[in-house]
């Protein structure tokens, strides 16, 4: 059983940066894919940047590129989301996912993802 505990959160003015933090335990080979999304109230969740565990390689959604970036540790067992230049659009739930590779890449779709943290709540302010 995969389980997922994000930490960062908080509240930020306008222009700052936050680090958050996603910790895995019980690794499965459906969880080669960490992501995070994050939801906004009365909006859909959107996918905001994700990481293949075994190469490294990530991808940014469009709207957050040169903003945000993903990392790992050198122990894949915790996945970074590193936020720049916050926006008070940014004010969101943001949750960690784990999931299967999805035709080579790490999709940002939520229904790609199986396993899910309880989320850490970004509230930007201007």
């Known amino acids: 059983q995969v389980q997922l505990v994000e930490s960062g959160g908080g509240s930020v003015q306008a222009g700052g940066s936050l680090r958050l933090s996603c910790v895995m335990s019980g690794y499965t080979s459906s969880s080669a894919c960490m992501a995070w999304f994050r939801q906004a109230p009365d909006k859909e969740r959107e996918g905001v940047a994700s990481?293949?565990?075994?190469?490294?390689?990530?991808w940014i959604a469009e709207s957050m590129k040169g903003r945000f970036a993903i990392s790992q540790n050198n122990a894949r067992s915790t996945v970074y989301l590193q936020m720049n230049g916050l926006k008070p659009e940014d004010t969101a739930m943001y949750y960690c996912a784990a999931g299967p590779l999805s035709g080579g890449a790490c999709d940002l779709y939520p229904d790609k993802y199986n396993n899910w943290g309880q989320g850490t709540q970004i509230t930007v302010s201007s």
């Open positions: 990481i293949y565990r075994g190469g490294g390689w990530t």
